[in-house]
T-cell receptor, first 111, second 109 residues
Framework: DAGVIQSPRHEVTEMGQEVTLRCKPISGHDYLFWYRQTMMRGLELLIY????????DSGMPEDRFSAKMPNASFSTLKIQPSEPRDSAVYFCASRLGGKQYFGPGTRLTVT | GQQLNQSPQSMFIQEGEDVSMNCTSS?????WLWYKQDPGEGPVLLIALYKAGELTSNGRLTAQFGITRKDSFLNISASIPSDVGIYFCAGNRDDKIIFGKGTRLHILP
């Protein structure tokens, strides 16, 4: 299995631009999670889905952040408009049973 | 909210030494997970623990699920340079997995 796939791996954008991060979970996994990692805050859970349905988005920092999961094999995290404080590494993870696997992350830099 | 206290925050050890790190919580968890993160990569699952008291090994790594279900430890024996990285504990309760803040392991030559 290819594992969790994320794209792009790196994204540099200017403040105010829209950013879309993409994730393909491991086939057959029924949970999908979006995390953000920074030095200051560590690993923060933003939102998670179960069987493509958003369950808890209480970690989404602001209305500028939105996430969708149109089908079992694809999810997006969108930031519109982006701000410099959104700079971080964003991880997608998928889970089946008790084991959760992370993607390689997208390093986002907003200038 | 639920918190995981992971310690130590960082460790500096000599190559060949054994390492021990742990996580504690005020809440009970159903599963404990240990991850390692290398620079520029996502966390990689090392060991999953499912039952109180369970002791599981993965090569030089050994982890245990505490009897109270509120703690877990990870031991690394005979450390080598590639063990350098950040180790995260995580507890699973209901749908969510809560992560500790990590233990950063440094190995001195």
């Amino acid at each position: 299995d290819a594992g969790v796939i994320q794209s792009p791996r790196h994204e540099v954008t200017e403040m105010g631009q829209e950013v879309t991060l993409r994730c393909k979970p491991i086939s057959g996994h029924d949970y999908l999670f979006w995390y953000r990692q920074t030095m200051m805050r560590g690993l923060e859970l933003l939102i998670y889905f179960n069987n493509n349905v958003p369950i808890d988005d209480s970690g989404m920092p602001e209305d500028r952040f939105s996430a969708k999961m149109p089908n079992a094999s694809f999810s997006t995290l969108k930031i519109q408009p982006s701000e410099p404080r959104d700079s971080a590494v964003y991880f997608c993870a998928s889970r089946l049973g008790g084991k959760q696997y992370f993607g390689p992350g997208t390093r986002l830099t907003v200038t | 909210g639920q918190q995981l206290n992971q310690s130590p925050q960082s460790m500096f050890i000599q190559e060949g030494e054994d390492v021990s790190m742990n996580c504690t919580s005020s809440s009970i968890f159903n599963t404990w997970l240990w991850y390692k993160q290398d620079p520029g990569e996502g966390p990689v699952l090392l060991i999953a623990l499912y039952k109180a008291g369970e002791l599981t090994s993965n090569g030089r790594l050994t982890a245990q699920f505490g009897i109270t279900r509120k703690d877990s430890f990870l031991n690394i024996s005979a450390s080598i340079p590639s063990d350098v990285g950040i180790y995260f504990c995580a507890g699973n309760r209901d749908d969510k997995i809560i992560f500790g803040k990590g233990t950063r392991l440094h190995i001195l030559p």
